[in-house]
Protein backbone atom coordinates (compact mmCIF):
# COMPACT_ATOMS: atom_id res chain seq x y z
CA UNK A 1 0.00 0.00 0.00
CA UNK A 2 3.24 2.25 0.90
CA UNK A 3 4.00 1.90 -2.66
CA UNK A 4 0.91 2.69 -4.43
CA UNK A 5 0.82 6.03 -2.37
CA UNK A 6 4.10 6.85 -3.18
CA UNK A 7 3.31 6.20 -6.68
CA UNK A 8 0.48 7.83 -7.00
CA UNK A 9 2.82 10.99 -5.54
CA UNK A 10 5.15 10.68 -8.05
CA UNK A 11 2.72 10.96 -10.82
CA UNK A 12 1.58 13.99 -9.42
CA UNK A 13 4.53 15.74 -8.68
CA UNK A 14 5.46 17.28 -11.64
CA UNK A 15 2.45 19.25 -11.62
CA UNK A 16 1.85 20.47 -8.10
CA UNK A 17 1.74 24.32 -9.35
CA UNK A 18 -0.90 23.67 -11.91
CA UNK A 19 -3.12 21.28 -9.41
CA UNK A 20 -2.95 24.22 -6.94
CA UNK A 21 -4.33 26.84 -9.38
CA UNK A 22 -7.15 24.00 -9.77
CA UNK A 23 -7.65 24.39 -6.30
CA UNK A 24 -8.10 28.37 -5.86
CA UNK A 25 -10.24 28.36 -9.17
CA UNK A 26 -12.55 25.63 -8.22
CA UNK A 27 -12.87 27.55 -5.11
CA UNK A 28 -13.50 31.22 -6.81
CA UNK A 29 -16.06 29.51 -8.81
CA UNK A 30 -17.86 27.31 -5.96
CA UNK A 31 -17.86 30.40 -4.16
CA UNK A 32 -17.22 33.42 -6.44
CA UNK A 33 -21.30 34.08 -6.13
CA UNK A 34 -21.39 35.08 -2.14
CA UNK A 35 -18.23 37.52 -3.38
CA UNK A 36 -20.07 38.75 -5.91
CA UNK A 37 -23.13 39.14 -4.10
CA UNK A 38 -21.31 41.05 -1.18
CA UNK A 39 -20.37 43.53 -3.88
CA UNK A 40 -23.07 44.24 -5.46
CA UNK A 41 -24.77 44.91 -2.25
CA UNK A 42 -21.97 47.91 -1.24
CA UNK A 43 -22.36 49.18 -4.78
CA UNK A 44 -26.03 49.32 -4.89
CA UNK A 45 -25.97 53.20 -4.09
CA UNK A 46 -23.98 54.22 -6.86
CA UNK A 47 -24.30 54.71 -10.59
CA UNK A 48 -24.50 51.80 -13.13
CA UNK A 49 -21.49 52.86 -15.17
CA UNK A 50 -19.59 52.78 -11.09
CA UNK A 51 -20.99 49.41 -10.64
CA UNK A 52 -20.31 47.91 -14.10
CA UNK A 53 -16.56 49.42 -13.97
CA UNK A 54 -15.94 47.97 -10.70
CA UNK A 55 -17.67 44.28 -11.17
CA UNK A 56 -15.50 44.48 -14.77
CA UNK A 57 -12.59 45.28 -12.24
CA UNK A 58 -12.92 42.79 -9.59
CA UNK A 59 -13.67 39.68 -12.02
CA UNK A 60 -11.07 40.24 -14.08
CA UNK A 61 -8.16 41.54 -12.04
CA UNK A 62 -9.15 40.94 -8.56
CA UNK A 63 -10.06 37.21 -9.17
CA UNK A 64 -6.82 36.96 -11.84
CA UNK A 65 -4.78 38.58 -8.92
CA UNK A 66 -6.21 36.16 -6.39
CA UNK A 67 -5.31 32.79 -8.10
CA UNK A 68 -1.88 34.40 -8.62
CA UNK A 69 -0.80 35.36 -5.31
CA UNK A 70 -2.72 32.26 -3.44
CA UNK A 71 -1.78 29.49 -5.83
CA UNK A 72 2.18 29.95 -4.41
CA UNK A 73 0.36 29.25 -0.66
CA UNK A 74 -1.40 25.89 -1.64
CA UNK A 75 1.84 24.42 -3.47
CA UNK A 76 3.83 25.24 -0.11
CA UNK A 77 0.90 23.67 1.74
CA UNK A 78 1.00 20.68 -0.31
CA UNK A 79 4.37 20.47 -0.12
CA UNK A 80 4.03 20.66 3.31
CA UNK A 81 2.13 17.16 3.65
CA UNK A 82 4.96 14.25 4.04
CA UNK A 83 5.63 12.94 0.69
CA UNK A 84 4.01 9.31 0.49
CA UNK A 85 0.72 11.06 1.01
CA UNK A 86 0.69 13.95 -0.67
CA UNK A 87 -1.08 12.29 -3.78
CA UNK A 88 -3.98 10.89 -1.64
CA UNK A 89 -4.17 13.90 -0.47
CA UNK A 90 -4.89 16.08 -3.56
CA UNK A 91 -7.30 13.33 -4.41
CA UNK A 92 -9.04 13.54 -1.21
CA UNK A 93 -9.17 17.59 -2.05
CA UNK A 94 -10.56 17.20 -5.26
CA UNK A 95 -13.30 15.36 -3.96
CA UNK A 96 -13.67 17.26 -1.07
CA UNK A 97 -14.31 20.38 -3.46
CA UNK A 98 -16.71 18.24 -5.48
CA UNK A 99 -18.71 18.11 -2.22
CA UNK A 100 -18.64 21.19 -1.56
CA UNK A 101 -20.05 22.02 -5.27
CA UNK A 102 -22.83 19.42 -4.77
CA UNK A 103 -23.67 21.02 -1.53
CA UNK A 104 -23.78 24.41 -3.14
CA UNK A 105 -25.79 22.75 -6.14
CA UNK A 106 -23.32 23.17 -8.61
CA UNK A 107 -23.42 19.99 -9.67
Not at 21 to 40: E, P, Q, R, S, W
Not at 41 to 46: K, Q
Request: charged share 10%.
Amino acid sequence: MHDVLFQLTQWLQPYYIEVAMTFVATLLVVYGDVVNKHIKRMLSPYPFVVRTLVFVLVCAFGYGAFILFVTPFFKQLILMIPSVYQGISIVSVFLLLGYMAERRRYI
